[in-house]
Protein backbone atom coordinates (compact mmCIF):
# COMPACT_ATOMS: atom_id res chain seq x y z
CA UNK A 1 0.00 0.00 0.00
CA UNK A 2 1.67 3.26 -0.88
CA UNK A 3 0.53 6.08 1.74
CA UNK A 4 -1.35 8.72 0.03
CA UNK A 5 1.28 11.68 1.85
CA UNK A 6 4.24 9.68 0.06
CA UNK A 7 2.71 9.52 -3.09
CA UNK A 8 1.84 13.28 -3.60
CA UNK A 9 5.39 14.09 -1.95
CA UNK A 10 7.34 11.68 -4.50
CA UNK A 11 4.77 13.68 -7.32
CA UNK A 12 6.39 16.95 -5.72
CA UNK A 13 9.58 15.48 -6.17
CA UNK A 14 9.27 15.30 -9.73
CA UNK A 15 8.20 18.65 -10.94
CA UNK A 16 10.81 19.93 -8.98
CA UNK A 17 13.36 17.86 -10.91
CA UNK A 18 11.69 19.46 -13.44
CA UNK A 19 13.46 22.47 -12.49
CA UNK A 20 17.06 20.98 -13.08
CA UNK A 21 19.22 21.82 -16.14
CA UNK A 22 21.28 20.18 -18.29
CA UNK A 23 24.75 22.60 -17.64
CA UNK A 24 26.18 21.87 -21.05
CA UNK A 25 22.37 22.11 -22.90
CA UNK A 26 20.92 24.35 -20.53
CA UNK A 27 17.52 24.50 -22.36
CA UNK A 28 17.02 21.02 -21.67
CA UNK A 29 15.73 19.45 -18.31
CA UNK A 30 17.58 16.25 -16.73
CA UNK A 31 13.13 15.11 -17.16
CA UNK A 32 13.51 15.81 -20.97
CA UNK A 33 16.96 14.37 -21.26
CA UNK A 34 15.68 11.14 -19.57
CA UNK A 35 17.74 10.35 -17.36
CA UNK A 36 16.10 10.25 -13.83
CA UNK A 37 15.14 6.85 -13.65
CA UNK A 38 12.90 6.50 -10.56
CA UNK A 39 12.21 8.68 -7.25
CA UNK A 40 11.56 7.02 -4.22
CA UNK A 41 11.00 7.81 -0.14
CA UNK A 42 12.93 5.10 1.93
CA UNK A 43 11.29 7.09 5.46
CA UNK A 44 12.47 10.13 5.27
CA UNK A 45 15.33 9.58 2.81
CA UNK A 46 14.66 10.77 -0.75
CA UNK A 47 16.44 8.47 -3.46
CA UNK A 48 16.90 9.58 -6.72
CA UNK A 49 18.07 6.37 -9.45
CA UNK A 50 19.95 8.85 -12.15
CA UNK A 51 21.43 7.25 -15.04
CA UNK A 52 24.34 9.15 -16.90
CA UNK A 53 24.32 10.12 -20.12
CA UNK A 54 27.89 9.45 -21.31
CA UNK A 55 31.16 7.81 -19.28
CA UNK A 56 33.20 10.69 -19.54
CA UNK A 57 30.35 13.18 -19.08
CA UNK A 58 31.47 15.76 -16.87
CA UNK A 59 27.95 17.29 -15.76
CA UNK A 60 26.91 14.22 -13.98
CA UNK A 61 28.94 15.58 -11.14
CA UNK A 62 27.34 19.33 -11.53
CA UNK A 63 24.21 17.46 -12.29
CA UNK A 64 23.78 15.68 -9.06
CA UNK A 65 25.01 19.25 -6.60
CA UNK A 66 22.37 20.70 -8.41
CA UNK A 67 19.58 17.86 -7.65
CA UNK A 68 20.72 17.97 -3.83
CA UNK A 69 20.84 21.78 -4.01
CA UNK A 70 16.84 22.22 -4.88
CA UNK A 71 15.60 19.14 -3.03
CA UNK A 72 17.09 21.04 0.13
CA UNK A 73 15.78 24.20 -0.84
CA UNK A 74 12.19 22.63 -0.66
CA UNK A 75 12.88 20.97 2.86
CA UNK A 76 14.03 17.44 1.59
CA UNK A 77 17.08 16.62 3.71
CA UNK A 78 18.13 13.26 3.57
CA UNK A 79 19.08 12.66 -0.26
CA UNK A 80 20.78 9.63 -1.99
CA UNK A 81 21.34 9.98 -5.50
CA UNK A 82 21.96 6.40 -6.71
CA UNK A 83 23.71 5.78 -9.97
CA UNK A 84 21.97 3.23 -11.76
CA UNK A 85 23.97 2.42 -15.16
CA UNK A 86 21.74 -0.42 -16.36
CA UNK A 87 19.88 -0.52 -18.38
CA UNK A 88 22.43 2.19 -20.30
CA UNK A 89 21.12 5.63 -21.26
CA UNK A 90 19.85 6.34 -24.71
CA UNK A 91 18.82 9.27 -26.67
CA UNK A 92 15.60 7.49 -27.25
CA UNK A 93 15.03 8.30 -23.48
CA UNK A 94 14.57 11.88 -24.51
CA UNK A 95 11.35 13.46 -24.45
CA UNK A 96 9.79 14.82 -27.76
CA UNK A 97 9.10 18.24 -25.83
CA UNK A 98 13.42 18.16 -24.98
CA UNK A 99 13.72 17.40 -28.92
CA UNK A 100 11.61 20.74 -29.49
CA UNK A 101 13.09 22.66 -26.97
CA UNK A 102 16.89 21.13 -28.52
CA UNK A 103 15.88 22.57 -32.25
CA UNK A 104 14.81 26.08 -31.09
CA UNK A 105 18.03 26.35 -29.00
CA UNK A 106 19.79 25.80 -32.39
CA UNK A 107 20.85 22.43 -31.78
CA UNK A 108 19.44 19.24 -34.20
CA UNK A 109 17.56 16.95 -31.56
CA UNK A 110 18.78 12.92 -32.30
CA UNK A 111 17.04 10.96 -34.78
CA UNK A 112 15.24 7.96 -32.83
CA UNK A 113 15.98 5.59 -35.21
CA UNK A 114 19.53 4.78 -34.46
CA UNK A 115 21.41 3.77 -37.61
CA UNK A 116 24.63 5.23 -38.00
CA UNK A 117 26.39 3.36 -34.59
CA UNK A 118 27.99 1.04 -36.22
CA UNK A 119 31.99 1.07 -36.36
CA UNK A 120 31.81 1.10 -40.47
CA UNK A 121 34.30 3.60 -41.89
CA UNK A 122 32.50 6.36 -44.58
CA UNK A 123 29.31 5.48 -44.11
CA UNK A 124 26.97 7.28 -45.99
CA UNK A 125 25.72 9.88 -43.27
CA UNK A 126 22.11 10.21 -42.42
CA UNK A 127 20.37 13.52 -43.96
CA UNK A 128 20.56 15.91 -40.47
CA UNK A 129 17.96 18.85 -40.48
CA UNK A 130 19.35 22.29 -39.91
CA UNK A 131 17.89 23.86 -37.95
CA UNK A 132 17.96 27.12 -38.69
CA UNK A 133 16.66 26.62 -41.99
CA UNK A 134 15.24 23.32 -42.30
CA UNK A 135 16.88 21.82 -44.87
CA UNK A 136 18.20 18.20 -45.04
CA UNK A 137 21.04 19.32 -47.49
CA UNK A 138 24.03 19.52 -44.63
CA UNK A 139 27.52 17.50 -44.15
CA UNK A 140 29.29 15.72 -41.11
CA UNK A 141 32.05 18.59 -40.05
CA UNK A 142 33.07 16.00 -37.36
CA UNK A 143 31.93 13.19 -35.46
CA UNK A 144 33.15 15.21 -32.02
CA UNK A 145 31.64 18.70 -31.18
CA UNK A 146 31.82 20.76 -28.55
CA UNK A 147 30.98 18.24 -26.08
CA UNK A 148 30.54 14.41 -25.68
CA UNK A 149 27.07 14.68 -26.79
CA UNK A 150 27.28 16.41 -29.92
CA UNK A 151 28.53 16.28 -33.92
CA UNK A 152 29.52 19.44 -36.16
CA UNK A 153 27.74 19.88 -38.81
CA UNK A 154 27.22 22.56 -41.67
CA UNK A 155 24.04 23.47 -43.59
CA UNK A 156 25.05 23.35 -47.87
CA UNK A 157 22.24 25.95 -47.95
CA UNK A 158 22.34 28.20 -45.38
CA UNK A 159 26.29 27.53 -44.97
CA UNK A 160 25.37 27.88 -40.92
CA UNK A 161 27.52 25.58 -38.59
CA UNK A 162 25.27 23.46 -36.16
CA UNK A 163 25.49 21.23 -33.57
CA UNK A 164 23.94 17.77 -34.08
CA UNK A 165 22.86 15.90 -30.48
CA UNK A 166 24.02 12.68 -31.69
CA UNK A 167 22.54 9.20 -31.29
CA UNK A 168 24.11 6.78 -28.48
CA UNK B 1 27.98 -18.67 -18.57
CA UNK B 2 28.11 -18.47 -14.94
CA UNK B 3 30.89 -16.00 -14.45
CA UNK B 4 30.46 -16.96 -10.48
CA UNK B 5 32.05 -20.15 -10.79
CA UNK B 6 35.58 -20.03 -9.87
CA UNK B 7 36.25 -15.75 -9.23
CA UNK B 8 37.65 -15.02 -6.27
CA UNK B 9 37.69 -11.16 -4.69
CA UNK B 10 40.85 -10.71 -6.05
CA UNK B 11 40.44 -11.94 -9.47
CA UNK B 12 37.87 -9.47 -10.07
CA UNK B 13 39.24 -6.80 -8.69
CA UNK B 14 42.72 -7.05 -10.20
CA UNK B 15 40.72 -7.69 -13.72
CA UNK B 16 38.68 -4.54 -12.93
CA UNK B 17 42.06 -2.41 -12.22
CA UNK B 18 43.62 -4.01 -15.63
CA UNK B 19 40.55 -2.67 -17.76
CA UNK B 20 40.38 0.53 -15.79
CA UNK B 21 44.39 0.92 -16.45
CA UNK B 22 44.10 0.51 -20.06
CA UNK B 23 41.66 3.06 -20.58
CA UNK B 24 43.23 5.63 -17.86
CA UNK B 25 46.86 5.08 -19.55
CA UNK B 26 44.92 5.42 -23.12
CA UNK B 27 42.79 8.45 -21.88
CA UNK B 28 45.93 10.06 -20.40
CA UNK B 29 47.68 9.91 -23.89
CA UNK B 30 45.08 11.13 -25.93
CA UNK B 31 44.59 14.16 -23.62
CA UNK B 32 47.91 15.23 -24.28
CA UNK B 33 46.79 15.97 -27.78
CA UNK B 34 44.57 18.58 -26.11
CA UNK B 35 45.61 22.20 -27.79
CA UNK B 36 48.10 20.33 -29.76
CA UNK B 37 45.76 18.46 -32.61
CA UNK B 38 46.64 19.21 -36.05
CA UNK B 39 43.65 21.11 -36.95
CA UNK B 40 40.90 22.16 -34.36
CA UNK B 41 38.03 19.30 -35.32
CA UNK B 42 40.68 16.95 -34.62
CA UNK B 43 41.84 18.41 -31.58
CA UNK B 44 38.40 18.40 -30.50
CA UNK B 45 37.69 14.75 -31.74
CA UNK B 46 40.68 13.40 -29.81
CA UNK B 47 39.83 14.81 -26.44
CA UNK B 48 36.69 14.09 -26.52
CA UNK B 49 37.83 10.61 -26.92
CA UNK B 50 40.26 11.21 -23.88
CA UNK B 51 36.94 11.84 -21.81
CA UNK B 52 35.05 8.87 -22.95
CA UNK B 53 38.31 6.65 -21.43
CA UNK B 54 38.64 8.36 -18.67
CA UNK B 55 34.87 7.72 -17.95
CA UNK B 56 35.23 4.44 -18.71
CA UNK B 57 37.67 4.05 -16.37
CA UNK B 58 36.43 6.01 -13.09
CA UNK B 59 33.55 3.08 -13.76
CA UNK B 60 36.06 0.39 -13.79
CA UNK B 61 37.91 1.81 -10.75
CA UNK B 62 34.21 2.80 -8.71
CA UNK B 63 33.35 -0.70 -8.62
CA UNK B 64 36.90 -1.89 -8.21
CA UNK B 65 36.96 0.19 -4.66
CA UNK B 66 33.96 -1.76 -3.47
CA UNK B 67 35.13 -5.48 -3.17
CA UNK B 68 38.73 -3.88 -2.11
CA UNK B 69 36.85 -2.32 0.72
CA UNK B 70 35.51 -5.47 1.77
CA UNK B 71 38.86 -7.06 1.30
CA UNK B 72 41.35 -7.64 3.88
CA UNK B 73 44.40 -8.56 1.52
CA UNK B 74 44.05 -5.24 -0.31
CA UNK B 75 46.24 -1.78 0.59
CA UNK B 76 43.56 -0.11 2.65
CA UNK B 77 45.12 3.64 1.17
CA UNK B 78 43.50 2.28 -1.73
CA UNK B 79 39.51 2.81 -1.51
CA UNK B 80 38.44 5.04 -3.65
CA UNK B 81 38.45 5.66 -7.62
CA UNK B 82 41.35 8.69 -6.83
CA UNK B 83 44.17 6.65 -4.79
CA UNK B 84 43.70 3.76 -7.16
CA UNK B 85 44.39 6.34 -10.13
CA UNK B 86 47.01 8.80 -8.37
CA UNK B 87 48.80 6.53 -5.67
CA UNK B 88 49.48 3.37 -7.03
CA UNK B 89 53.47 2.82 -8.93
CA UNK B 90 54.13 1.57 -12.02
CA UNK B 91 54.65 -2.67 -11.05
CA UNK B 92 50.59 -2.21 -9.63
CA UNK B 93 49.62 -0.88 -12.62
CA UNK B 94 48.03 -4.18 -15.28
CA UNK B 95 47.60 -1.85 -18.79
CA UNK B 96 48.75 -3.64 -21.48
CA UNK B 97 51.99 -1.95 -23.05
CA UNK B 98 50.39 -1.21 -26.03
CA UNK B 99 48.92 1.86 -24.44
CA UNK B 100 51.36 3.30 -22.57
CA UNK B 101 53.41 3.76 -25.83
CA UNK B 102 53.94 7.65 -26.81
CA UNK B 103 51.82 9.33 -29.30
CA UNK B 104 54.64 9.79 -32.10
CA UNK B 105 53.52 11.47 -34.91
CA UNK B 106 49.44 11.59 -35.84
CA UNK B 107 49.74 8.75 -37.60
CA UNK B 108 51.13 6.61 -34.69
CA UNK B 109 48.60 8.12 -32.37
CA UNK B 110 45.71 7.15 -35.00
CA UNK B 111 47.26 3.57 -35.32
CA UNK B 112 47.43 3.12 -31.76
CA UNK B 113 44.01 4.42 -31.02
CA UNK B 114 42.63 2.16 -33.78
CA UNK B 115 44.21 -1.09 -32.31
CA UNK B 116 43.21 -0.34 -28.78
CA UNK B 117 39.38 0.92 -29.96
CA UNK B 118 39.04 -2.34 -32.28
CA UNK B 119 40.31 -4.35 -29.14
CA UNK B 120 37.74 -2.68 -27.03
CA UNK B 121 34.87 -2.94 -29.28
CA UNK B 122 35.01 -7.07 -29.45
CA UNK B 123 35.91 -7.66 -25.66
CA UNK B 124 32.97 -5.16 -24.51
CA UNK B 125 30.77 -6.77 -27.25
CA UNK B 126 31.68 -9.86 -25.41
CA UNK B 127 31.50 -8.11 -21.48
CA UNK B 128 27.71 -6.91 -22.29
CA UNK B 129 27.00 -9.94 -21.75
CA UNK B 130 28.55 -10.90 -19.10
CA UNK B 131 26.86 -12.38 -16.08
CA UNK B 132 27.92 -9.90 -13.31
CA UNK B 133 25.79 -7.09 -13.92
CA UNK B 134 27.69 -4.22 -12.86
CA UNK B 135 30.43 -5.46 -15.53
CA UNK B 136 27.62 -5.87 -17.91
CA UNK B 137 26.31 -2.40 -17.55
CA UNK B 138 29.92 -0.46 -17.63
CA UNK B 139 30.75 -2.39 -21.30
CA UNK B 140 26.74 -1.71 -23.08
CA UNK B 141 27.51 2.08 -22.42
CA UNK B 142 31.09 2.17 -23.12
CA UNK B 143 30.59 0.42 -26.48
CA UNK B 144 28.37 2.98 -27.82
CA UNK B 145 31.40 5.35 -27.30
CA UNK B 146 34.15 2.75 -28.59
CA UNK B 147 31.57 2.44 -31.41
CA UNK B 148 32.54 6.47 -32.69
CA UNK B 149 36.49 5.33 -31.67
CA UNK B 150 36.39 2.76 -34.20
CA UNK B 151 34.97 4.83 -37.08
CA UNK B 152 37.20 7.80 -36.47
CA UNK B 153 40.27 6.23 -36.39
CA UNK B 154 39.82 3.66 -39.22
CA UNK B 155 38.71 6.36 -41.33
CA UNK B 156 42.00 8.25 -40.64
CA UNK B 157 44.05 4.83 -40.82
CA UNK B 158 42.63 4.49 -44.62
CA UNK B 159 43.10 8.60 -45.10
CA UNK B 160 46.89 8.44 -44.07
CA UNK B 161 47.42 5.20 -45.95
CA UNK B 162 45.88 6.08 -49.17
CA UNK B 163 46.36 9.33 -49.05
CA UNK B 164 49.95 10.94 -49.76
CA UNK B 165 53.72 9.27 -50.05
CA UNK B 166 54.59 11.14 -46.47
CA UNK B 167 51.00 10.05 -44.74
CA UNK B 168 51.47 5.97 -46.45
CA UNK B 169 55.28 6.55 -45.18
CA UNK B 170 54.48 7.53 -41.60
CA UNK B 171 51.52 4.51 -41.26
CA UNK B 172 54.03 2.17 -42.37
CA UNK B 173 56.50 3.70 -39.48
CA UNK B 174 54.04 3.28 -37.28
CA UNK B 175 53.04 -0.21 -38.05
CA UNK B 176 56.44 -0.69 -36.92
CA UNK B 177 56.69 1.20 -34.20
CA UNK B 178 53.39 -0.89 -32.16
CA UNK B 179 52.89 -3.88 -34.32
CA UNK B 180 54.87 -5.94 -31.74
CA UNK B 181 52.78 -4.98 -28.79
CA UNK B 182 49.11 -6.12 -30.16
CA UNK B 183 49.71 -9.49 -29.15
CA UNK B 184 49.71 -9.22 -25.49
CA UNK B 185 45.74 -7.91 -26.33
CA UNK B 186 45.28 -11.80 -26.86
CA UNK B 187 47.50 -13.12 -24.05
CA UNK B 188 45.68 -13.42 -21.20
CA UNK B 189 46.77 -12.62 -17.68
CA UNK B 190 45.81 -15.15 -15.00
CA UNK B 191 42.65 -12.46 -13.94
CA UNK B 192 41.25 -12.55 -17.41
CA UNK B 193 40.93 -16.64 -17.28
CA UNK B 194 37.29 -17.96 -16.27
CA UNK B 195 35.96 -13.92 -16.98
CA UNK B 196 33.76 -15.56 -20.43
CA UNK B 197 35.54 -13.62 -22.70
CA UNK B 198 36.53 -15.99 -25.38
CA UNK B 199 39.70 -14.72 -26.52
CA UNK B 200 40.19 -16.60 -29.68
CA UNK B 201 36.97 -15.54 -30.92
CA UNK B 202 38.40 -12.23 -29.73
CA UNK B 203 41.66 -11.89 -31.72
CA UNK B 204 40.28 -13.72 -35.18
CA UNK B 205 37.74 -10.53 -35.41
CA UNK B 206 40.04 -8.17 -34.14
CA UNK B 207 42.60 -9.32 -37.33
CA UNK B 208 39.60 -9.51 -39.57
CA UNK B 209 38.98 -5.74 -38.56
CA UNK B 210 42.28 -4.69 -39.32
CA UNK B 211 43.16 -6.76 -42.16
CA UNK B 212 39.94 -4.74 -43.88
CA UNK B 213 41.03 -1.33 -42.81
CA UNK B 214 44.51 -1.96 -43.96
CA UNK B 215 43.13 -3.13 -47.36
CA UNK B 216 41.10 -0.04 -47.93
CA UNK B 217 44.09 1.84 -46.92
CA UNK B 218 45.93 0.02 -49.53
CA UNK B 219 48.79 -0.64 -47.09
CA UNK B 220 50.08 -4.27 -47.55
CA UNK B 221 51.33 -5.41 -44.04
CA UNK B 222 52.79 -8.68 -42.91
CA UNK B 223 50.29 -9.10 -40.04
CA UNK B 224 50.88 -12.39 -38.99
CA UNK B 225 54.11 -11.16 -37.49
CA UNK B 226 54.87 -13.35 -34.81
CA UNK B 227 57.41 -11.45 -32.43
CA UNK B 228 55.34 -9.72 -29.66
CA UNK B 229 56.49 -8.12 -26.68
CA UNK B 230 54.18 -8.29 -23.43
CA UNK B 231 54.59 -8.05 -20.01
CA UNK B 232 52.52 -4.80 -18.62
CA UNK B 233 49.15 -6.87 -18.09
CA UNK B 234 51.69 -8.26 -14.93
CA UNK B 235 53.40 -4.71 -14.46
CA UNK B 236 56.22 -5.33 -15.91
CA UNK B 237 55.93 -1.71 -17.96
CA UNK B 238 57.98 0.12 -20.34
CA UNK B 239 60.13 3.25 -19.41
CA UNK B 240 56.86 4.94 -20.85
CA UNK B 241 54.79 4.64 -17.89
CA UNK B 242 56.99 5.55 -15.21
CA UNK B 243 57.53 8.74 -16.97
CA UNK B 244 53.71 9.02 -17.90
CA UNK B 245 52.58 8.34 -14.27
CA UNK B 246 55.27 10.58 -12.87
CA UNK B 247 53.39 14.02 -14.48
CA UNK B 248 49.71 12.37 -14.00
CA UNK B 249 50.60 11.87 -9.97
CA UNK B 250 52.38 14.67 -9.42
CA UNK B 251 49.84 16.83 -7.51
CA UNK B 252 48.46 13.82 -5.15
CA UNK B 253 51.74 12.87 -4.36
CA UNK B 254 53.37 16.27 -4.12
CA UNK B 255 50.05 17.34 -2.08
CA UNK B 256 48.44 14.57 -0.49
CA UNK B 257 45.04 14.58 -0.09
CA UNK B 258 44.24 18.03 -2.76
CA UNK B 259 41.33 18.82 -4.13
CA UNK B 260 40.17 22.00 -6.77
ZN1 LIG C 1 20.51 25.77 -43.06
Known amino acids: MIDLKDKQAVNKIWRILETVTDPEVPVLSILDLGIVRNVQLNGDEVEIYITPTYSGCPATDAINTNIRMVLLENGFSTIKITQQLSPAWTTDWMSEKGKEKLKAYGIAPPHSKQIVCAPDSFQKEEAIQCPQCNSYNSRLVSQFGSTACKALYQCNDCKEPFDYFKCH | ?260
Open chain 2, 1 to 260: MNKSINISTDQLINYLLHLADNSLIMGHRNSEWCGHGPILEQDIAISNIALDLIGQARNFYQYAAIPIKQSTNQPINLTTEDSLAYLRDTREYKNCLLVEQPNGDWAQTILKQFFFSTYQYYLYQQLQNNADDQLKAIAAKALKEVTYHVRWSSEWVIRLGDGTDESKKRLLRAFDELWMFTGELFEPASYELNMSTDFILMKEEWNKKVCSVFEEATIDVPVEKKWHQSGGKTGNHSEHLGLLLAEMQFMQRAYPNSEW
